[in-house]
């Protein structure tokens, strides 16, 4: 059972990334699906997160309009497009899958119990 993310790197204010979050040993479809991030000394915030329902979707109000989570469950892959990225989006970003179904809309790290490893992400000209 794991998760597998990528797609972090270096890119300039304005610019985009796209990550992906693979699943393999289960079915990702059945999952609620959460982005997080990270910077030193702060805790892992929720970024968005989608259903494992009807793919509804939250995004945080920091990143409304500028970055959309998706899923392809043939692919068992969740995808997080970051457009319009900023300074103050550098971060270690996460990938988690959580059974309760609720828990994508204001995603809290406590309820995911299956994370891929961090990819970092910096924002900077």
């Known amino acids: 059972v794991q998760l597998q993310a990528s797609g972090g790197g270096l890119v300039q204010p304005g610019g985009s990334l796209r990550h992906s979050c693979v699943a393999s040993g289960f079915k990702l479809a059945e999952y609620a699906v959460a982005w997080f991030r990270q910077v030193p000394g702060k805790g892992r915030e929720g970024v968005s997160g989608?259903?494992?329902?009807?793919?509804?979707?939250w995004p945080a109000d920091f990143v409304k309009g500028r970055f959309t989570i998706s899923r392809d469950n043939a692919k068992n892959t969740v995808y997080l497009q970051m457009n319009s990225l900023k300074p103050e989006d550098t971060a270690v970003y996460y990938c988690?899958?959580?059974?309760?179904?609720?828990?994508?809309?204001?995603?809290?790290?406590?309820?995911?119990?299956?994370w891929g490893q961090g990819t970092q992400v910096t924002v900077s000209s």
């Open positions: 989608i259903s494992d329902r009807d793919a509804s979707t």
């Open positions: 988690a899958a959580s059974y309760y179904s609720g828990s994508y809309i204001y995603p809290n790290p406590a309820e995911f119990n299956n």
